[in-house]
């Protein structure tokens, strides 16, 4: 991924699009906003890194869990060839889509589900993009990524969690690089802090 390409687009990407008339004036804050459902979008520069160390090349097919707003989803579509997005919310999903098309993006699949099994009809994916807290890593996610393929995810309680780089090498086997401490939402479902 070019870096100076990213960063040219994330300062041209408006985040107020993707917000609700009244958090929008807070656009420009680098810190985390509800979007409605007990959901967030996350901190700017921190989406920015996630994409960064996912490292999305112009022929990749990128999976995203966790649609939210759409933000991130637009960051991955404009350097991805295919973006296949999960969001278990049917609003949030709705709206983000509208939002998306709107700006023009003709490069994303959406669908309404339990993001931790990921989209296997879609499958294998060249990167994963995770914005939701899993306890542990989901085997449904590695099984859908490339020997090759890179996984960005955060893991662990629901207190703080450790942003992970997963990557898949030529023999299938799973190698873990630790990035940072973040705080993120819970990824629901089987992988979820509760497992409901």
């Given amino acids: 991924m070019d870096n100076e390409a990213l960063w040219s687009f994330f300062r041209e990407l408006d985040r107020s699009l993707f917000l609700d008339d009244e958090y929008k004036p807070m656009a420009s804050v680098d810190g985390p906003l509800p979007i409605g459902y007990g959901q967030t979008i996350s901190q700017p520069s ?6 960064r160390i996912l490292d999305v090349e112009p ?17 991955l579509a404009h350097f991805a060839r295919e973006v296949c997005t999960v969001e278990r919310i049917a609003e949030l999903s ?10 023009g993006f003709a490069n994303i ?9 990921g989209w296997s009809e879609h499958a294998p994916y060249d990167r ?33 969690q450790e942003l992970l780089l997963i990557t898949k090498d030529a023999h299938g086997q799973m190698h873990r690089h630790p990035v940072e401490n973040v705080r993120f939402v819970e990824l629901h479902g089987k992988y979820g802090w509760g497992h409901d």
């Fill in 94 to 103: 709705s709206a983000a889509q509208v939002r998306l098309e709107r700006l």
């Fill in 46 to 51: 921190l989406v920015a890194e996630m994409t």
């Fill in 128 to 160: 994963i993009m995770v914005t939701a807290a899993a306890a542990r890593i989901p085997d449904e996610l590695f099984a859908q990524l490339k020997p090759g393929g890179r996984m960005v995810i955060p893991v662990g309680p629901p207190s703080w």
């Fill in 59 to 75: 022929d990749c097919t990128v999976l995203e869990i966790g649609t939210g707003s759409g933000y991130q989803t637009a960051l």
């Fill in 109 to 117: 699949l959406f669908k309404i589900g339990d993001g931790s099994l």
